[in-house]
C-alpha cells in the first residue's frame, strides 16, 4: 500500500502518461477524424465519474457508439483494444486517475456500494485506466464482482502488481480482446 499512496507512483504516472500523450497525440487525432467520419458527432464522450476520496470529475473517452447502441466497424476496433480509453491520459497528467488502480465508478453505483463491505475503501486510491476488475472481469465486470477486484488491488497494491497488471493489461490489448463476445 506503501507505493500506491506515494509520490513515486504519482510520478510514475505522470512521466508515463506525457510520453503516451506525446506517442499517441497524432494517432489520437487520426482517431477522433475517423469517429468523426463514422458517427458525424463529436468524437468524444464525457461523463461525471467518481474518483480518489469519492470527488467528482468529468471523464473523457472516444466516443464508440451510436445513439442506438450501434458500433460501426472503426469504433469496434477501438473498443476492442480499449484505443477509447486513450483519452484518458489527459486525466493521468492531471492526478484525477492513475495507470492502474480501481475503475472510476459513475454516481449512480455509489448507492449499491454502500451495500458491500468495505466498498468505501476502493476510494482511498486514484481510480486506474487498468485494473484487476478488467483483467478478471473483462471489459464489463459486474459491480459485485468489480469490487471483489478493487479491493483485492487496494490490499495488495505495489510496484510489482502495478507493473503485472499493466504487462497483462498490454497483452489483451495487443490481442484485441477487450470486447468480449457476450457484451454490447
Known sequence: MIWCRSGGKRLFDFFLA?????????PMAG????IYRELRCSPFFRQIRIGIRGREFQILKFR????????????RWMRA?????????IHILKGEMSFVGPRP???????KL?????????????????GLAQLYGGKFPGLAERIK???AYVKRCSLRL????????????LRSRWERKDSK
Open 18 to 26: 506525457g510520453a503516451g500523450l506525446l506517442v499517441f497525440g497524432i
Open 31 to 34: 482517431m477522433a477524424w475517423g
Open 64 to 75: 464508440t457508439m451510436t445513439a442506438q447502441g450501434k458500433s460501426p466497424p472503426f469504433c
Open 81 to 89: 483494444t480499449a484505443m477509447d480509453e486513450l483519452p484518458q491520459l
Open 105 to 111: 465508478l459513475i454516481p449512480e453505483d455509489l448507492q
Open 114 to 130: 454502500g451495500r458491500v463491505p468495505n466498498g468505501q475503501r476502493r476510494f482511498l486510491l486514484r481510480p486506474g485506466l487498468a
Open 149 to 151: 477486484w478493487d479491493l
Open 162 to 173: 502495478d507493473l503485472w497488471i499493466l504487462f497483462q493489461s498490454l497483452a489483451v490489448t
